[in-house]
């Protein structure tokens, strides 16, 4: 029998860099692939128009790709969105911070890869929703679809002619899924 000792929060956030980035799952390393042409456009449609909106309104932070969020503890999960929202309430509580984001956001996004599974993707908005993430947007390139996930059971799928609206997560903002694949 082999036994695996588990990774935690602070070991991740002390490793050196080795030029990927990691996501922890309940305390085993995920190394993630750098991210393609398409999913870079794709993600910074998602979050130019979503920060832009957040900061004139003053609502409160948008958080770019990579950034960690502590999920869970013993053992850790770490998870890092391709985008996040987190409320002005929030972030006034926490302050600065230099490791981790302690606590889920209340709007993560996933920008679904080409070699990543069905059950990878579930597997992640599962995390994000039983930590208590609001609302999780899946954008998925291949279908033109976005999918809007409040829990398990709440899923509404946005197509090219609809408009993403933020609800009461980001209260008064809405786009254009149209302009999320441009």
């Given at each position: ?21 990691y ?22 449609n998602?979050?130019?128009?979503l ?18 969020f ?6 850790d999960?770490v ?12 972030v ?11 606590g ?11 070699g ?21 947007v899946?954008?998925?390139p ?11 059971h ?14 009461d ?13 441009i």
């Amino acid at each position: 029998m082999t036994i695996t000792e588990l990774i935690t929060a602070d070991d991740l956030l002390q490793m050196k860099d080795d030029g990927f980035c990691y996501e922890l799952v309940r305390g085993e390393l995920i190394k993630m692939s750098p991210a393609s042409h398409q999913h870079g456009r794709i993600a910074l449609n998602f979050t130019t128009p979503l920060d832009q909106f957040v900061r004139v309104h003053q609502l409160g932070a948008v958080y770019a790709a990579e950034t960690g969020f502590k999920l869970a503890a013993d053992p850790d999960v770490v998870r890092a969105p391709d985008a996040a929202f987190v409320r002005r309430e929030r972030v006034e509580a926490v302050g600065q911070t230099a490791g981790f984001w302690p606590g889920a956001p209340d709007l993560a996004a996933e920008v679904v890869s080409p070699g990543d599974t069905y059950a990878q993707v579930a597997d992640k908005i599962a995390d994000w929703l039983d930590a208590g993430t609001r609302l999780v947007v899946v954008v998925n390139p291949s279908t033109q679809t976005v999918a809007l996930h409040r829990s398990r059971h709440h899923i509404r799928i946005l197509t090219t002619d609809d408009v993403l609206d933020g609800g009461d997560v980001v209260p008064g903002w809405a786009l254009p899924v149209r302009d999320i694949f441009i």
